[in-house]
T-cell receptor
């Protein structure tokens, strides 16, 4: 079993839709949870960062962490074509080094 | 502000040839530095990380090596490339003790 599972998609939605991206994990020691966005042929960029359980909102993006279920989510409201990218979840049990990444979900938002 | 530079963006190399990818960070001191490889559908695999000059930790056995000759310079090398070394290589940095990593633009390496 992989430490982090993420559906690779692709996920195709119409503009304006609410998008839900998810990851599950097996290591209960993970404390830091991140979402990265990666455009084609570019390096990933940090989108959201959450410590421990709970929700965090930033504009149209909301990150949720449910440690009891070992499940994290990223919601995108009012999705835009510019949101089309690969979204990678990542998590770590300590600061730095051993961050584990999901395989990434490809998202297409159609105008 | 901090920036990270990684080059070249694309590289095509024959099997058995050497490799040198360079990464530099500006605007910060004593960063943690990382080399990742990204394969389609498999996420990012950590290859090497460094907490200081000359300090390199390898995460997976492979045909590659890394060096950190200066505080903000990280180099990925190989003496003889294999076909299986093809992939998208990413350099990243983080503040010491932080989990958030900041990535370069990546190098697409094709070994032919």
């Amino acid at each position: 079993q992989k430490e982090v599972e993420q559906d690779p998609g692709p996920l195709s939605v119409p503009e304006g839709a609410i998008v839900s991206l998810n990851c599950t994990y097996s290591n209960s020691a993970f404390q830091y949870f991140m979402w990265y966005r990666q455009y084609s042929r570019k390096g990933p960029e940090l989108l959201m960062y959450t410590y421990s359980s709970g929700n965090k909102e930033d504009g149209r993006f909301t990150a949720q962490v449910d440690k009891s279920s070992k499940y994290i989510s990223l919601f995108i409201r009012d999705s835009q074509p510019s949101d089309s990218a690969t979204y990678l979840c990542a998590m770590s049990d300590t600061g730095g080094f051993k961050t584990i990444f999901g395989a990434g979900t490809r998202l297409f938002v159609k105008a | 502000s901090q920036t990270i530079h990684q080059w070249p963006a694309t590289l095509v190399q024959p099997v058995g040839s050497p490799l040198s990818l360079e990464c530099t960070v500006e605007g910060t001191s004593n960063p943690n530095l990382y080399w990742y490889r990204q394969a389609a559908g498999r996420g990012l695999q950590l290859l090497f990380y460094s907490v200081g000059i000359g300090q390199i930790s390898s995460e997976v056995p492979q045909n590659l090596s890394a060096s950190r000759p200066q505080d903000r310079q990280f180099i990925l090398s190989s003496k003889k490339l294999l076909l299986s070394d093809s992939g998208f290589y990413l350099c990243a940095w983080s503040v010491q003790g932080d989990t958030e990593a900041f990535f370069g633009q990546g190098t697409r390496l094709t070994v032919v």
